[in-house]
């Protein structure tokens, strides 16, 4: 991708998103990479879906009216505005910041994926 390119797609990029920063542990990035990458996705990818499972059961199975968006070729975490203001209002109505929030989404999605190659890899699934 030449300098041009690169540089329209950045301007896109501001105007179409908001960006996020996640901050984890050390040595969780990595185990949030494999795991997102033993499922085939992304890391955005990956915490776009927590994010949006964590809304829907904290909205008591509401699905949530956000569009996910991928991983761009400049990488990071892009989020649209409309996800933004679930993000705002599922957090608020949690009682947390979005930044605790989506650690928490995120955590709570692992466990679950890890739970659910548990019970895949003893019995084929149910």
Avoid: C, W
Avoid at 107 to 120: G, L, N, P
Wanted: no cysteine.
């Amino acid at each position: 991708m030449g300098k041009a390119s690169t540089k329209a797609q950045n301007k896109y990029i501001q105007k179409a998103y908001d960006r996020v920063n996640l901050t984890l542990a050390k040595g969780e990035k990595e185990v949030l990479q494999a795991h997102a990458a033993a499922r085939g996705e992304s890391v955005n990818g990956f915490i776009n879906r927590a994010i949006a499972n964590q809304i829907e059961r904290d909205h008591g199975g509401e699905v949530a009216a956000a569009t996910m968006t991928q991983e761009s070729a400049a990488g990071g975490l892009e989020i649209t505005p409309d996800l933004l203001e679930v993000i705002r209002g599922a957090s608020e109505a949690a009682g947390e910041a979005p930044g605790e929030f989506l650690a928490r989404a995120v955590q709570t999605q692992a466990e679950r994926d890890t739970v659910a190659r548990r019970i895949s890899l003893k019995g084929g699934g149910l």
